[in-house]
T-cell receptor
Framework: GAVVSQHPSRVICKSGTSVKIECRSL??????MFWYRQFPKQSLMLMAT?????????EQGVEKDKFLINHASLTLSTLTVTSAHPEDSSFYIC?????????????FGSGTRLTVV | QQQVKQSPQSLIVQKGGISIINCAYE??????FPWYQQFPGKGPALLIA?????SEKKEGRFTISFNKSAKQFSLHIMDSQPGDSATYFC????????????FGQGTRLTINP
């Protein structure tokens, strides 16, 4: 089946530094990748949609300069949290949808727990 | 109109019982309805999904019932087991559209042994 690998699973960083999270589709080409943020005991909140080779589309209220998304290839998307602050601490999850259409549905990564101290 | 409303927020079921989670939607353009299971600290995993041209889909102990006219769908977990304790999300999206998943609010299911 389709597998999406997300790395790292946990990261602690100091306030003011930047953190990069990687999302890779291992056995399929991901035409579109999505980045979500999840607060404790809440649903997933879509942050942005990225297509390979083009600029990401951000949801309303998401700061594009703070959350930099790069989708450099059909198997890799990265989310960089720039100048992180404690309020950026959250669970970040990526997902990908492949070129086989809805037969895959979405495949989610295992998530990254970001803690900014 | 883009919302998917899910209930209950939390559910406690005895081992061996039936767990039922309900969702409702407004946008009739939605044409794919997946359910996801999420364990703490993990990403959601696809459990089962249905298209609106089907009224029921069963996979093992998991069944989706779909009522197109009422714009409602539900997940039934038969013979619920402690290992089923997790958070469940219903979702919806438009296959030929932007393909953004619209999630329900989630249901925290606890199966008591």
């Amino acid at each position: 089946g389709a597998v999406v690998s997300q790395h790292p699973s946990r990261v602690i960083c100091k306030s003011g530094t930047s953190v990069k999270i990687e999302c890779r589709s291992l056995d399929f080409q991901a035409t579109t990748m999505f980045w979500y943020r999840q607060f404790p005991k809440q649903s997933l909140m879509l942050m942005a949609t990225s297509n390979e080779g083009s600029k990401a589309t951000y949801e309303q209220g998401v700061e594009k300069d703070k959350f930099l998304i790069n989708h450099a290839s059909l198997t890799l998307s990265t989310l960089t949290v720039t100048s992180a602050h404690p309020e950026d601490s959250s669970f970040y999850i990526c997902s990908a949808i492949g070129d086989r259409g809805t037969g895959y549905g979405y495949t989610f990564g295992s998530g990254t727990r970001l803690t900014v101290v | 109109q883009q919302q998917v409303k899910q209930s209950p927020q939390s559910l406690i079921v005895q081992k061996g019982g039936i767990s039922i989670i309900n969702c409702a939607y407004e946008n009739t353009a939605f044409d794919y309805f997946p359910w996801y299971q999420q364990f703490p600290g993990k990403g959601p995993a696809l459990l089962i999904a249905i298209r609106p041209d089907v009224s029921e889909k069963k996979e093992g102990r998991f069944t989706i019932s779909f009522n197109k006219s009422a714009k409602q769908f539900s997940l039934h977990i038969m013979d619920s087991q402690p290992g089923d304790s997790a958070t469940y999300f219903c979702a919806a999206f438009i296959i030929q559209g932007a393909q953004k998943l619209v999630f329900g609010q989630g249901t925290r299911l606890t199966i008591n042994p």
